[in-house]
């Protein structure tokens, strides 16, 4: 996140004039080229890009997704009107061509109740698009937002491998939702994943041995809800 503001501020830096691709690896920095759509005063700025690079942008327009940042309120501007949500999901379908929209939570501000509002406006409006959520779990609302979302007809999630992860830039803010905490959750309430739950708990615990200090996912400190012989009795769930 911190190399992403860097690249924001580069591109605010080069304004609407001069091309910035010539300063890129356009293999290796496509997503900042294809997916900086930057907002300035209100208005949608798109990376300017030389023209040898236009087909490789094409490509990865049309199978790209972009992500909008604060979608469920912002610290800074407090609440996000649902119009402006729709407003820039419209014009990332309509005007950048973009089928692939992630609604975040970048600090951890959104509720059950306002995810199914945002949710259900957007798909209303936009029906082309599939949407993604990402949730923080700064208010300990993380997974109670994806059942909403769930409910609303979402089914892609982002997860962060032991609960780790923030924003450095926004008061306050913890990791992202726990993988092995979504993945549980998902799968003992009927929603299969096809993640290798055990292998995804044991990874979280070697990280948190990497890391070397305590990390918030909760279910790679637990285990499973069932286990052993007592799962194989009452059947899979857990």
Same mark, same amino acid.
Not at 61 to 67: C, D, I, M, N
Not at 141 to 146: D, I, M, R, S, Y
């Given at each position: 996140e911190r190399r992403l503001a860097a690249?924001?501020?580069?591109?605010?830096a080069h304004g609407r004039k001069q091309p910035i691709a010539g300063h890129l690896d356009p293999h290796r920095d496509v997503a900042t080229l294809?997916?900086?759509?930057?907002?300035?005063e209100g208005t949608l700025l798109v990376v300017p890009v030389q023209q040898e690079h236009a087909g490789l942008l094409a490509g990865h327009?049309?199978?790209?997704?972009?992500?909008i940042g604060a979608s469920f309120g912002c610290p800074f501007e407090g609440e996000v009107p649902v119009a402006?949500?729709?407003?820039?999901?419209?014009?990332l379908q309509d005007d950048a061509g973009i089928h692939s929209i992630? @609604?975040?939570?970048?600090?951890g501000m959104a509720y059950p109740a306002l995810v199914k509002e945002v949710v259900g406006s957007v798909r209303a409006?936009?029906?082309g698009i599939t949407l993604a959520l990402h949730f923080h779990n700064t208010r300990g609302?993380? @997974?109670?937002?994806?059942f909403a979302g769930l409910e609303s007809g979402v089914r892609r999630y982002d997860g962060a491998l032991a609960g780790i992860g923030g924003c450095p830039y926004a008061p306050g803010a913890t990791g992202n939702i726990c993988t092995a905490d979504l993945v549980h959750a998902l799968?003992?309430?009927g929603y299969p994943t096809g993640v290798d739950l055990d292998a995804l708990i044991n990874t979280a615990r070697n990280l948190e041995k990497l890391l070397g200090h305590a990390t918030p996912g909760q279910v790679m400190k637990a285990g499973r809800r069932l286990s052993g012989p007592i799962a194989a009795h009452h059947g899979p769930a857990g």
């Open positions: 690249r924001v501020e580069a591109i605010r294809v997916g900086l759509l930057v907002v300035e327009l049309a199978s790209g997704q972009v992500t402006a949500i729709l407003t820039w999901c419209r014009r992630s @609604l975040c939570d970048t600090s409006a936009c029906r609302l993380g @997974l109670a937002n994806v799968e003992v309430s």
